[in-house]
């Protein structure tokens, strides 16, 4: 099983031969496309005799090297070897491919009827044989020929240059693209589609043509991706400095589509999910996630085209710098608490278990069996979180700085984190040398506080310690640079000047990089209480016994408001282990009376952001509360969640009802208002309060937007309203039509914790409107079975485990990528009980004695195995 052999980052080489230009021809043909790539090859090393390309899944029907027909080639289970013993060659191979029958969605594929492709991270060998690895920068040229009637766009990267008619009904479109880029970023569609045109003038003044590209009949819902295109555009120039490049922008919208959306050189392919909207159809949570993930794909144009990674163990480079980018876009255009909350919960949900479990890596990997396994919470959300730190110690001003030394050190280059890191130093003068460990070392640090205070010297010290687990990777464990951002609060809540012993103002940030280190503060004048890890300014875990009166007085008085949700959140979670433990213990459970008042001093507030008070108030989602638990009891866990919902909901009904008739009645609702008054109904329904059934029912009836209609549904849905089933009828019968509001109504479906939900799930897996081969449908239906039912997939008998596994071995052969996403939650059976790890366990050594795993799920069930 050689393939299923690791590769490591040590063991890193240049490559001997590099393509520095390449035209490809593609006869485009559903079941025989027959693609010709002429390489212009040159020798690096010259020691080299031989030549390695990569390939996969590939008919190779021809090779000739400097016009000559070539026999002495070899190919291999990886690729094709040949002999090229000389300093550089042109060299041409012919290939036939089958996009029909790819249903990896990796390479060239159909998506309803549509050419696509996507190459990232390895997907062009399985186009042409090739040098694809992201340290091979080449120049495309690109001619695509297809029939007219069935296929009027032709499309791939950079600039048109030529087009024309052929015999038959055929036509073609050359296309050059003038930036060298690695093959990874390359992209070719074919279809007909509806266009949406528009243009951006960039600051000094060039014109760029944007396109949207959507499916036949959904021009109207192209507009809110084309505005956050230009927002976008705009940002990027006013914040980093940064302008586009080429004449003209593209974005395609495809129904099959394995990830979020891809940053091919000018011409984008997103999920039609990230696109497509209109207020009827989706929700103001879409609304924002196409804006994050335009932003996103329009970054990368330069953190990660321009300048791109050298190796894919450098994936963070690209990834974690332009998820910063994109948090900070969105922040700036919106709710900076709000979306810093979202970014926070995305760690806590599942980075930090991710850490705790078998595939725990740093944000640069040293190891990797399947590249496609490294698109994770980690690489991308923390390393986030690793640029938002050097961002913190570096300031704005340094920070810009060090991007500016950035490109003009790699601009057109392929390089390491190391790189970056550099550029980062050398322009802010900040020593980073402890802080690289972010990069090497896996697992999450936890920083234990603990104080004293002195009355009489008005002296107070605070002393914090680090030390991180060992995790499954085994990387060292020495202690990080954390910046651990802080407030002290009098009895008053006012904030208390940060002295040091000298009497001098010190910022708020300390920087802990001992493994243990005392602060001491002076002129305080009497005992604080401390809000700390303000902004979540590292990506660890607390351990600080706060007192139910520290928590309120910080969800009153911190100065900062992500301080004050995260009090809120700590206090939920403290109140909801307490019953845990109460239930272990055979006693009763006990209202959340502190939280319930601060609550109702939340929502009394007349001029509070309502978005944020809506995140206040929500309940820590299962994830975060197994994650505090170290070892989950999913029964008493479930049961003492519901329990704080439907006390909170019935006690302060009135406030909640209150709140829910004022929004409800607003003259113009915006997103926040929506949050929050959906928020309250969800409590109102969690409670069975009397009226929530007829709340849910008018809201359903004349909801106007998806944000609504949706809300009241989850609502009844979830918390077992009776019309339940008659409301998931209508709705279904209104959208079936709709694949994206279809997605909304399985994941609903898939995440309803009724008993019979497992032959529910057996009947909708044949529903007209699922397909096990459409990676929406299945994250949809599939996914939040997984992840957000979690009464049902941990069911004692296994029967939960037992289903995902069976889906996995269908996933397995149809769509590797996607079974090795949906595994996730059954490989990280460390913090369940003796019982339950054993059935999850079983159902991995099934997958794993299948005689075709791929290695996408080999890595991860070997792993988890291992363990
Ligand atoms: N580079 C893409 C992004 O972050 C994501 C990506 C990687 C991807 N591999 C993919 C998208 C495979 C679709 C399919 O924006
Ligand atoms: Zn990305």
Redesign the pocket.
């Known amino acids: 099983m050689t393939d299923m052999q690791a590769r490591h980052l040590k063991d890193y080489r240049a490559p001997d031969y590099t393509i520095s230009d390449v035209h490809l021809t593609f006869e485009l043909d559903p079941e025989r496309t027959r693609v010709t790539a002429r390489s212009t090859v040159s020798r690096l090393n010259s020691e080299a005799t031989q030549l390695t390309l990569d390939g996969d899944e590939l008919k190779l029907l021809s090779v000739s090297i400097d016009g000559k027909p070539c026999n002495d080639y070899q190919t291999t289970d990886s690729g094709l070897e040949l002999p090229l013993p000389v300093d550089s060659a042109e060299l041409e191979i012919v290939t036939e491919i089958n996009p029909k029958a790819n249903s990896k969605?990796?390479g060239l594929y159909l998506s309803d009827g549509a050419y696509c492709t996507?190459c990232?991270?390895e997907?062009f060998r399985r186009i042409t044989y090739f040098l694809d690895r992201p340290d091979v920068l080449a120049r495309y040229q690109v001619r695509v020929e297809a029939p007219l009637s069935d296929f009027p766009y032709l499309l791939s990267n950079g600039n048109l240059i030529a087009q024309g008619s052929l015999d038959g009904d055929k036509h073609y479109a050359e296309w050059q693209d003038p930036f060298p880029k690695p093959s990874?970023l390359f992209a070719l569609v074919a279809g007909d589609f509806d266009c949406l045109n528009d243009s951006f003038t960039t600051r000094s003044g060039r014109e760029v043509a944007l396109q949207v590209f959507v499916d036949k009949g959904n021009l109207n819902k192209a507009d809110h991706a084309m505005a956050s295109l230009k927002h976008s555009m705009k940002w990027d120039e006013e914040r980093f400095d940064l302008e586009y490049d080429l004449d003209i922008y593209m974005i395609v919208a495809v129904d099959f589509?394995?990830?979020?959306?891809?940053?091919n050189k000018g011409l984008n392919?997103f999920?039609t999910k990230y696109v497509l909207a209109d207020k009827a159809s989706a929700t103001d949570t879409d609304f924002h996630g196409i804006e994050s993930?335009i932003g996103?794909?329009y970054f990368?144009n330069w953190t990660?085209n321009r300048v791109t990674c050298r190796d894919w163990f450098q994936l963070s480079l690209?990834?974690g710098l332009?998820?910063f980018r994109d948090q900070e876009f969105s922040s700036d255009l919106g709710s900076r608490t709000v979306n810093r909350i979202d970014a926070v919960k995305a760690i806590r949900n599942a980075q930090f278990a991710e850490d705790a479990g078998p595939m725990a890596h740093p944000i640069r990997p040293e190891s990797v069996i399947e590249m496609?396994n490294f698109?994770t919470v980690t690489v991308?959300n923390k390393g986030a979180e690793v640029i938002r730190m050097m961002h913190t110690l570096l300031g704005e001003s340094g920070f810009q700085a060090g991007m500016k030394l950035y490109f003009e050190r790699y601009d057109g280059q392929a390089v390491t984190c190391d790189d970056f890191v550099a550029a980062m130093e050398d322009a802010s003068g900040v020593d980073l040398t402890q802080f690289r460990r972010w990069y090497s070392q896996a697992g999450t640090p936890t920083v234990a506080v603990s104080h004293s205070y002195d009355a009489k010297s008005q002296r107070f010290e605070l002393t914090l310690s680090q030390s991180t687990p060992d995790t499954a990777d085994g990387s060292a464990k020495l202690p990080f640079h954390i910046p651990f951002d802080i407030e002290l609060l009098d009895g008053n809540g006012k904030a208390i000047e940060l002295r040091d012993e000298q009497g001098a103002q010190i910022n708020s940030v300390l920087n802990l990089c001992e493994s243990e280190q005392t602060f001491v503060f002076s002129q305080v004048p009497c005992e604080p209480v401390v809000s700390m890890l303000r902004e979540f300014s590292a990506p660890v875990k607390l351990d600080y016994q706060f007192s139910e009166a520290q928590l309120t007085h910080l969800i009153r008085f911190a100065s900062n408001e992500f301080s004050r949700w995260d009090a809120a959140q700590a206090l939920a979670t403290k109140l909801i282990l307490e019953n845990v433990a109460r239930l272990q213990g055979g006693e009763a459970c006990q209202p959340p009376k502190d939280l319930i008042s601060a609550f109702e001093g939340l929502l009394g507030q007349t001029n509070a952001d309502l978005a944020f008070v809506a995140e206040c108030i929500a309940t820590p989602e299962f994830a975060a509360l197994v994650d505090a638990s170290g070892k989950a009891d999913v029964d008493a866990l479930l049961e003492a969640r519901a329990y704080h919902r439907e006390q909170i909901g019935a006690q302060i009904q009135q406030v909640l009802a209150d709140t829910y008739a004022n929004l409800a009645n607003e003259q113009s609702p915006t997103p926040a208002s929506r949050a929050l008054k959906n928020q309250c109904l969800s409590y109102l329904a969690a409670a069975g309060v009397p009226k929530a059934k007829a709340l849910c029912q008018s809201q359903f009836d004349s909801a106007d937007n998806m944000t609504d209609s949706l809300a009241a549904l989850a609502a009844v849905a979830l918390y077992k309203v009776p019309g339940a089933d008659e409301m998931l009828k209508q709705f279904e019968q209104k959208w079936v039509k709709v694949p994206l509001v279809m997605d909304k109504w399985f994941a609903l479906q898939g995440s309803r914790n009724d008993e019979d939900v497992l032959e529910r799930m057996e009947y909708l897996c044949s529903h007209q409107a699922f397909s096990m081969s459409n990676p929406n449908r299945v994250y949809s239906l599939i996914g939040s079975f997984a992840n957000r039912n979690p009464a049902n997939f941990h069911k004692a008998d296994g029967s939960g485990y037992r289903f995902l596994t069976e889906r996995l071995i269908e996933l397995n052969s149809l769509n590797p990528?996607v079974a090795s996403r949906l595994i996730t939650p059954l490989i990280q059976f460390q913090r369940f009980d003796v019982k339950r790890q054993e059935l999850m366990k079983g159902e991995l050594s099934r997958l794993l004695a299948m005689p075709d795993l791929a290695k996408d799920l080999y890595e991860k069930v070997s792993k988890a195995l291992d363990a």
Do not use: I, P
């Open positions: 969605l990796e996507q990232e991270a997907g990874y589509f394995n990830m979020g959306a891809m940053e392919l999920n993930v996103h794909e990368h990660g690209k990834e332009t998820v496609n698109y991308y990528q």
